[in-house]
């Protein structure tokens, strides 16, 4: 039924799916799953695919094992298998008359709102053209400290920016169930699931394949962007023969229900932000001007953490440290330890020179 409801439709493929354990890569699996595309493409859908599988294609070249791998050498690792991987994507999807395209994408490309534009349109113009874009992370030059680490959450940060509809992670598990399924076999699959909460997240484990770099923690955090985003999302396997038609027909896997959102896209985008550069730590006044939809001034903040600049995603944080909102600061967290707690007719003097009076402008505000 989603499938079915959905223009523009995102598959993140993880590396297991692609290469196996005896680094041989699953060539037939590819295969079925472009005739899949093909379907979804004559349905007159949108398809980008995040495909991981670069490292892992690199270490299979290389013969190299990834495990022992440092972070500089699995650059250059990623570097030759990303070659590896774009050039079988072309292979296979050709034989089925599907026209492919490359993008390589950072954690900066999705944080910063101009190149987060300039993403979404090279998406639509390629939909235009009648390409299918096969995404990435960057792996040959981002650092452990500006990248995402795992393809879930980057597919749902594309799903995010590219408006999409449906974001599909195709892993080895059926989606999320009550228990371990590997352990106990009384684990029951959960079917749909319209609200992350304390229990759901504790049905995620920190189980990851030799290749991959994803658990259902990251999958869950994926899960949240997509909702956020209004879009709906699946957990699925992707061993079944021919799994994207599998999902439209026997729905046997997690969907996780969008929330009913009004926001515009780029208060999406700053929900939905991965990586905020600090908190803000805000007292029950401020919390309450927050509700009626104020902006939030520096007499209503009690500690700042982090180091940001002007323009960078903040948390902002309740006394009891939860989570009540995220934003766009207007100051940096320098500025604003010099500040906070002060009226805001007091920032000129305190700084020595003009600036906003709002440390959060509402308009740059989404409550989480």
Same mark, same amino acid.
């Given at each position: 039924?989603?499938?079915?409801? @959905? !223009?523009?439709?995102?598959?993140?493929?993880?590396?297991?799916?692609?290469?196996?354990?005896?680094?041989?890569?699953?060539?037939?699996?590819?295969?079925?799953?472009?005739?899949?595309?093909?379907?979804?493409?004559?349905?007159?859908?949108?398809?980008?695919?995040? &495909?991981?599988?670069?490292?892992?294609?690199?270490? %299979?070249?290389?013969?190299?094992?990834?495990?022992?791998?440092?972070?500089? $050498? &699995?650059?250059?690792?990623?570097?030759?298998?990303?070659?590896?991987?774009?050039?079988?994507? %072309? $292979?296979?999807?050709?034989?089925?008359?599907?026209?492919?395209?490359?993008?390589?994408?950072?954690?900066?490309?999705?944080?910063?709102?101009?190149?987060?534009?300039?993403?979404?349109?090279?998406?639509?113009?390629?939909?235009?053209?009648?390409?299918?874009?096969?995404?990435? +992370?960057?792996?040959?030059?981002?650092?452990?400290?500006?990248?995402?680490?795992?393809?879930?959450?980057?597919?749902?940060?594309? #799903?995010?920016?590219?408006?999409?509809?449906?974001?599909?992670?195709? &892993?080895?598990?059926?989606?999320?169930?009550?228990?371990?399924?590997? *352990?106990?076999?009384?684990?029951?699959?959960?079917?749909?699931? $319209?609200?992350?909460?304390?229990?759901?997240?504790?049905?995620?484990?920190?189980?990851?394949?030799?290749?991959?770099? =994803?658990?259902?923690?990251?999958?869950? +955090?994926?899960? !949240?962007?997509?909702?956020?985003?209004?879009?709906?999302?699946?957990?699925?396997?992707?061993?079944?023969?021919?799994?994207?038609?599998?999902?439209?027909? %026997?729905?046997?896997?997690?969907?996780?229900?969008?929330?009913?959102?009004?926001?515009? #896209?780029?208060?999406?985008?700053?929900? @939905?932000?991965?990586?905020? !550069?600090?908190?803000?730590?805000?007292?029950? =006044?401020?919390?309450? #001007?927050?509700?009626?939809?104020?902006?939030?001034?520096?007499?209503?903040?009690?500690?700042?953490? =982090?180091?940001?600049?002007?323009?960078?995603?903040? !948390? *902002?944080?309740?006394?009891?440290?939860?989570?009540?909102?995220? =934003?766009?600061?207007?100051?940096?967290?320098?500025?604003?330890?010099?500040?906070?707690?002060?009226?805001?007719?007091?920032?000129?003097?305190?700084?020595?020179?003009?600036?906003?009076? +709002?440390?959060?402008?509402?308009?740059?505000?989404?409550?989480?």
């Amino acid at each position: 039924m989603y499938l079915k409801n @959905s !223009k523009t439709i995102v598959i993140k493929l993880g590396s297991a799916l692609l290469v196996s354990e005896k680094q041989i890569f699953r060539q037939n699996w590819l295969e079925n799953f472009a005739k899949d595309v093909k379907e979804l493409l004559n349905k007159k859908k949108n398809i980008i695919i995040v &495909s991981s599988g670069a490292i892992a294609l690199g270490c %299979k070249k290389l013969n190299l094992n990834k495990k022992n791998i440092k972070l500089d $050498k &699995s650059q250059a690792v990623a570097s030759i298998g990303q070659i590896e991987l774009i050039n079988v994507f %072309k $292979k296979i999807f050709s034989k089925n008359n599907i026209n492919i395209s490359q993008i390589l994408l950072t954690l900066e490309d999705t944080e910063q709102r101009r190149r987060a534009i300039n993403a979404k349109r090279t998406f639509d113009n390629l939909f235009k053209l009648g390409y299918v874009p096969i995404v990435n +992370e960057n792996d040959s030059i981002a650092t452990s400290e500006i990248k995402y680490g795992d393809n879930d959450r980057l597919a749902s940060r594309v #799903a995010q920016i590219s408006s999409a509809d449906c974001l599909i992670l195709l &892993s080895d598990v059926d989606g999320l169930y009550s228990k371990d399924p590997k *352990i106990f076999k009384t684990a029951k699959l959960i079917n749909e699931i $319209k609200s992350i909460n304390n229990d759901v997240e504790k049905y995620a484990t920190r189980n990851s394949g030799k290749y991959g770099t =994803g658990g259902m923690k990251t999958k869950l +955090e994926a899960a !949240k962007i997509c909702q956020n985003s209004g879009c709906v999302m699946a957990i699925a396997n992707g061993f079944k023969k021919r799994p994207l038609k599998n999902i439209d027909k %026997k729905y046997n896997c997690t969907w996780f229900l969008p929330k009913i959102s009004k926001l515009h #896209a780029r208060k999406k985008w700053i929900v @939905s932000s991965i990586s905020p !550069k600090g908190n803000l730590i805000i007292d029950d =006044g401020a919390v309450s #001007a927050l509700k009626k939809g104020k902006s939030l001034l520096a007499a209503g903040i009690k500690k700042v953490s =982090g180091e940001f600049y002007k323009g960078d995603h903040v !948390k *902002i944080l309740d006394k009891n440290l939860k989570e009540f909102a995220r =934003g766009l600061s207007s100051f940096s967290a320098e500025e604003i330890r010099k500040i906070q707690g002060e009226h805001s007719n007091k920032i000129k003097d305190i700084l020595g020179y003009i600036s906003k009076s +709002e440390v959060v402008h509402k308009d740059d505000m989404v409550e989480v």
